[in-house]
């Protein structure tokens, strides 16, 4: 291959591989993650993301002669990197607005069932659900409509998230509401 088939492909499919990398990295972290970001955090990250895959994708779509398949692997690369972008945006956040000085509160969520090694859990005063790790017999005793205690952490400047301290559900865990 010569430096110019180097450049025309290699550079797209690197900076499309640095932004799956970036959503793989801050998935975990953006899951735990209980208030949304500051509007201006997510924007400035988007538009950073953005830029990139549309120029990756540019780059790859631009040697293809059919323009109906041109369009469709530019919407492609630009609707993975919008949710990948979300994604990091929310981990990136998650990861800056904690610094180790964060209160540490104990809060009820109500089990909604579980499968494998997760229970999904629900917070009727958050509106949101999550998946947290739980041992095998508590994924087999819990029923819908039970309550869980989780340690949720809260920052200085109010983000909150499930606290990285917070163990696998016991089965001893699982309480009437």
Same mark, same amino acid.
């Given at each position: 291959?010569?430096?110019?088939?180097?450049?025309?492909?290699?550079v797209?499919?690197?900076? !499309?591989?640095?932004? =799956?990398? !970036?959503?793989?990295?801050?998935?975990?972290?953006?899951?735990?993650?209980l208030?949304?970001?500051?509007?201006?955090?997510? /924007?400035?990250?988007?538009?950073?993301?953005?830029?990139?895959?549309?120029?990756? +994708?540019?780059? !790859? %779509?631009?040697d $293809?002669?059919?323009?109906?398949?041109?369009?469709? @692997?530019l919407?492609?690369?630009?609707?993975l990197? $919008?949710? =990948? +972008?979300?994604?990091?945006?929310?981990? !990136?956040?998650?990861?800056?607005?904690?610094n +180790? *000085?964060?209160? /540490?509160?104990?809060?009820?969520?109500? @089990?909604?069932?579980g499968?494998?090694? @997760?229970i999904?859990?629900? #917070?009727?005063?958050?509106?949101? @659900?999550?998946?947290l790790?739980?041992? &095998?017999?508590? /994924?087999?005793?819990v &029923?819908?409509?039970?309550?869980?205690?989780?340690?949720?952490?809260r #920052?200085?400047?109010? %983000?909150e998230?499930?606290?990285?301290? *917070?163990?696998? $559900?016991?089965?001893?865990? $699982?309480?009437?509401?």
């Amino acid at each position: 291959m010569n430096e110019a088939a180097y450049r025309r492909y290699a550079v797209p499919i690197v900076l !499309l591989a640095i932004i =799956a990398g !970036l959503y793989m990295g801050m998935h975990p972290l953006s899951q735990r993650l209980l208030t949304p970001p500051p509007s201006g955090f997510v /924007v400035v990250t988007m538009v950073m993301v953005m830029g990139v895959s549309l120029f990756a +994708g540019y780059m !790859l %779509a631009k040697d $293809i002669p059919s323009r109906l398949v041109r369009r469709l @692997t530019l919407i492609a690369v630009m609707a993975l990197t $919008i949710y =990948a +972008g979300g994604e990091g945006a929310r981990g !990136l956040y998650a990861l800056s607005a904690f610094n +180790g *000085q964060d209160a /540490v509160a104990s809060e009820p969520w109500m @089990t909604l069932g579980g499968r494998g090694d @997760t229970i999904t859990l629900r #917070s009727v005063k958050r509106r949101k @659900t999550i998946r947290l790790r739980a041992s &095998r017999d508590a /994924v087999a005793a819990v &029923r819908p409509g039970r309550c869980v205690s989780i340690a949720v952490e809260r #920052s200085a400047s109010g %983000a909150e998230r499930v606290a990285a301290s *917070q163990p696998a $559900i016991q089965a001893s865990d $699982i309480s009437s509401c």
